[in-house]
């Protein structure tokens, strides 16, 4: 099957796997991300150095959304969503 033209067909065995690789790799930016901006904005290991209030708030947005959009895309690999 040529990649031209299968727009809307369904993924031979190799791109199901590359599909679920990517959905599953795509997760540990969550459980890198999170605890980033966890550590960045204590005080009691930042000293001085602790990220400001609208940066947290910033940042912890971002995270929020990361983790929403791997849980879509591990849902949509599956076939649970949309």
């Known amino acids: 099957m ?3 033209d299968s727009a809307n067909s369904t993924p031979d065995e190799s791109g199901w796997h590359t599909a ?3 959905a ?3 997760q540990q930016l969550s459980f890198a991300v999170v605890p980033l901006v966890q550590f960045t904005g204590d005080r ?4 001085d150095f602790v990220a400001p209030l609208w940066m947290r708030v910033l940042a912890w947005m971002t995270a929020a959304i990361i983790v929403v959009l791997n849980l879509q895309c591990l849902l949509s690999v599956f076939g ?3």
Do not use: A, E, N, V
């Open 44 to 47: 009691r290991k930042m000293g």
């Open 2 to 4: 040529r990649s031209s």
């Open 24 to 26: 599953f790799l795509s």
């Open 20 to 22: 679920c690789d990517s």
């Open 80 to 82: 649970w969503w949309g």
